[in-house]
């Protein structure tokens, strides 16, 4: 059986954020269609199909009361499996290679476990509610996440488009391990609330279909690392390279291709001019976009001027929230790297983000405070802000309108050719029997 579709998530909120929200719950109700937006059910072949990025919303106009959703509701299994297995194992054009894949059955189950929502304590918010295929594997709808009865998260969340290549996991780069990394999010009380680590094992080893293939797959079967392992062989599958910019300068005779305007090109000679390029670094072969680095891009000050005015959650088009703050650790306050260092000159910086698929990965900057790439290239053009700590090769940017125009088109030049297929096969998993809660 299949689970009904995902506006369960309503249970998320407790009364008291119900009674408080009495009014704009239908609108919420309605806004969450959006987060279980899917794949249109007759698929074509990717080949030659423009990119079905927008089957997320757009959010133009989102603040206006005449805004309407164009997404769908997940009903029924919908997408197509892929081979991810062979198709990690051939390293997409423009990436590094990654050696090995995984499995199929070990990418299986790892899917599986992503979008099932009995992983947190109350049976209502999988890994897929935040890192949402149709939008970039990230939100576009949301400039921080709501968790565990309504609780808000502080950042913007992360696409994770080839994860597998991110040394310094999370923003600020606390973690170095994607086997490790999904205990944050298991047992934040914001976001999947789950009271300690036992209880997870526990409650897994209960579903049958679980215990077997963890049984199958890993000789001490079902236990914290091999859940891990699992999560970690589906993301690490998500490679996304051969997009139109890797076509045009990686691949051989490159730079002559006619499809690649005139205007991207001019984009990324600016990239380069400009030192977009020192921070979103390119090798020769391959390009991340990224250098891995933590800097302070000016942004965290703003957020700090803003004060609580940002920790507002949109709701539905004109309808704003302020999430659940518990008492447990709670304030908005983030420090960035300086969290993980100690070192109060780190206070604000982040690390890098790749470039790659940024054009469907909106909203931007590690707290989601910037909508578009028009935004954010304006960000830049205006040397970013006024914090004394900001990275001096921000603050002596200028860029023209018509150069920003230009950066912005070589910025949607990097969306890969595997993101239809991406997304089709996240959407090919049949999650579970009903649920525990009786959802
Ligand atoms: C409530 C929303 C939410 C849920 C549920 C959630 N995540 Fe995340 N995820 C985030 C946010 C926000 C961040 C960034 C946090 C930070 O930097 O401190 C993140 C970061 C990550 C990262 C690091 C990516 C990077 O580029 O550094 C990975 C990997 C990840 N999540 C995987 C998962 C997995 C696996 C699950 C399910 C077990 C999951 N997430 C559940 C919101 C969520
Ligand atoms: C000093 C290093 C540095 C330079 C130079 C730099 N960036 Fe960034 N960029 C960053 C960091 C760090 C972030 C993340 C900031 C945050 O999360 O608050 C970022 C974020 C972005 C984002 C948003 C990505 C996302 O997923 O949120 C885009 C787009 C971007 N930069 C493009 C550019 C362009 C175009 C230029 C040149 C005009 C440029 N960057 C110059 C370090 C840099």
């Known amino acids: 059986?299949?689970?009904?579709?995902?506006?369960?998530?309503?249970?998320?909120?407790?009364?008291?954020?119900?009674?408080?929200?009495?009014?704009?719950?239908?609108l919420f109700f309605v806004s969450l269609i959006p987060v279980a937006a899917v794949v249109a059910t007759e698929l074509e072949p990717f080949a030659d199909s423009p990119h079905r990025v927008g089957?997320?919303?757009?959010?133009?106009?989102?603040?206006?009361?005449?805004?309407?959703?164009?997404?769908?509701?997940?009903?029924?299994?919908?997408g197509i499996r892929q081979a991810l297995d062979k198709l990690s194992s051939e390293t997409p054009l423009g990436l590094p290679a990654v050696g090995e894949g995984a499995k199929a059955a070990e990418i299986d189950l790892g899917r599986q476990l992503f979008f099932d929502?009995?992983?947190?304590?109350?049976?209502?918010?999988?890994?897929?509610?935040?890192?949402?295929?149709?939008?970039?594997?990230?939100?576009?709808?949301?400039?921080?996440?709501?968790?565990?009865q309504g609780k808000g998260v502080r950042r913007n969340v992360p696409s994770l488009y080839n994860v597998v290549f991110v040394q310094q996991l999370f923003l600020d780069g606390r973690e170095s391990s994607l086997v490790e990394q999904i205990w944050?999010?298991?047992?934040?009380?914001?976001?999947?609330?789950?009271?300690d680590r036992q209880s997870v094992i526990a409650k897994i080893?209960?579903?049958?279909?679980?215990?077997?293939?963890?049984?199958?797959?890993?000789?001490?079967?079902?236990?914290?690392?091999?859940?891990?392992?699992?999560?970690?062989?589906?993301?690490?599958?998500?490679?996304?390279?051969?997009?139109?910019?890797?076509?045009?300068?990686?691949?051989?005779?490159?730079?002559?291709?006619?499809?690649?305007?005139?205007?991207?090109?001019?984009?990324?000679?600016?990239?380069?001019?400009?030192?977009?390029?020192d921070c979103h670094q390119m090798g020769d072969n391959v390009s991340l976009f990224s250098d891995g680095g933590f800097y302070n891009t000016g942004i965290g000050y703003l957020r700090q001027q803003r004060g609580v005015e940002l920790d507002k959650v949109q709701l539905a088009p004109g309808v704003y929230v302020v999430p659940l703050v518990s008492a447990e650790t709670e304030t908005f306050i983030d420090d960035g790297?300086?969290?993980?260092?100690?070192?109060?000159?780190?206070?604000?910086?982040?690390?890098?983000?790749?470039?790659?698929?940024?054009?469907?990965?909106?909203?931007?900057?590690?707290?989601?405070?910037?909508?578009t790439l028009e935004s954010v290239v304006a960000y830049y053009a205006g040397s970013g802000s006024e914090d004394p700590l900001q990275d001096v090769r921000?603050?002596?940017?200028?860029?023209?309108?018509?150069?920003?125009?230009?950066?912005?088109?070589?910025?949607?030049?990097?969306?890969?050719?595997?993101?239809?297929?991406?997304v089709s096969d996240a959407r090919s998993v049949q999650i579970g029997e009903r649920g525990a809660a009786g959802l």
């Open 184 to 195: 944050s999010p298991l047992l934040a009380h914001n976001e999947m609330a789950n009271q």
């Open 205 to 277: 080893a209960t579903i049958e279909t679980y215990a077997q293939q963890f049984e199958g797959l890993y000789s001490g079967g079902l236990s914290e690392h091999s859940l891990g392992l699992a999560l970690a062989a589906y993301q690490r599958a998500l490679l996304s390279g051969d997009s139109d910019f890797d076509r045009w300068y990686f691949e051989d005779g490159a730079l002559s291709i006619d499809h690649y305007s005139t205007e991207a090109a001019l984009g990324f000679a600016l990239f380069q001019e400009k030192g977009c390029i």
């Open 394 to 422: 921000i603050s002596d940017m200028t860029i023209t309108v018509a150069e920003q125009q230009a950066l912005v088109a070589f910025l949607r030049t990097l969306t890969s050719n595997q993101v239809d297929a991406l």
């Open 55 to 78: 089957l997320a919303d757009s959010r133009i106009g989102y603040e206006s009361e005449a805004y309407r959703t164009d997404s769908k509701v997940v009903i029924e299994v919908s």
């Open 1 to 26: 059986m299949m689970l009904p579709p995902e506006n369960t998530a309503m249970h998320l909120f407790s009364t008291r954020f119900r009674r408080r929200a009495q009014a704009t719950l239908r």
């Open 337 to 371: 790297r300086a969290e993980v260092t100690g070192q109060s000159e780190d206070r604000w910086q982040y690390r890098t983000p790749s470039l790659r698929n940024v054009a469907i990965t909106f909203p931007y900057m590690h707290d989601g405070s910037l909508p």
């Open 117 to 148: 929502r009995r992983l947190s304590a109350n049976d209502t918010l999988s890994c897929a509610m935040c890192h949402i295929p149709e939008q970039g594997f990230t939100q576009n709808e949301l400039a921080t996440p709501v968790g565990h």
